[in-house]
């Protein structure tokens, strides 16, 4: 099965930087996603990583250690629109007919304060 | 950019009706579709996987019957939710794969927000 821990609040400041930290045990690993969800709304791609090391876009960044079993997302220069809910997910090795599903984290909620 | 659509998203039935929920991707094909379900606060639960033309396959604990799940095109996947009842009552999410594809992202329909009086 798969298991992935994620802390579940994260509160900063306008302009700061938050790293969201994301650990994993899993049967079957082929990368690691980042999705951002607003309140009623549907989760949105953010950055994947199937590979050690930093994927950098724009203020969102993220790494991977797939030896550590572990990940996170960066996010710089804070903005009042980055208060979401987000979540890290393994994707499954793309075999069988159950292949390249997605198992979510349980979501680290992130409140930007002016 | 990839677009799935989802409808409808609100609906509010009787206990013991059944209510379908459609999933579309747009402009793309989706030989696999993701179906989730969300309670409030809480993570994305995958609950199947639809594959065009063959059966799909259930998370463990998800009742096949109750959740009935058909993916008759490449474009074109359906939830029907069988003899509703209020602990159904929660946000259904698709997202499809698109065929050929290998950057590790899935697109997400807006949802369906699914209330059982």
């Known amino acids: 099965g798969q298991s992935l821990e994620q802390p579940s609040e994260v509160t900063a400041v306008e302009g700061a930087i938050v790293q969201i930290n994301c650990t994993y045990q899993?049967?079957?690993?082929?990368?690691l996603s980042w999705y951002q969800q607003h309140d009623g709304g549907a989760p949105t791609f953010l950055s994947y990583n199937a590979l050690d090391g930093l994927e950098e876009t724009g203020r969102f960044s993220s790494f991977l250690s797939r030896s550590d079993s572990y990940g996170y997302l960066l996010l710089q220069e804070l903005q009042m629109k980055d208060s979401a809910s987000y979540f890290c997910?393994?994707?499954?090795?793309?075999?069988?007919?159950?292949?390249?599903?997605?198992?979510f984290g349980g979501g680290t909620r992130v409140l930007v304060k002016p | 950019g990839a677009v799935v659509s989802q409808h409808p998203s609100w609906v509010i039935c009787k206990s013991g009706t059944s209510v379908k929920i459609e999933c579309r991707s747009l402009d793309f094909q989706a030989t696999t579709m993701f179906w989730y379900r969300q309670f409030p606060k809480q993570s994305l639960m995958l609950m199947a996987t639809s594959n065009e033309g063959s059966k799909a396959t259930y998370e463990q604990g998800v009742e096949k019957d109750k959740f009935l799940i058909n993916h008759a095109s490449l474009t074109l996947s359906t939830l029907t939710v069988t003899s509703a009842h209020p602990e159904d009552s929660s946000f259904y999410i698709c997202?499809?794969?698109?065929?050929?594809?290998?950057?590790?992202?899935?697109?997400f329909g807006e949802g369906s927000r699914l209330t059982v009086l």
């Open positions: 997202s499809a794969l698109p065929s050929g594809r290998n950057t590790g992202e899935l697109f």
């Open positions: 997910a393994v994707r499954s090795p793309p075999v069988k007919a159950a292949g390249n599903k997605l198992t």
């Open positions: 899993t049967s079957g690993f082929y990368g």
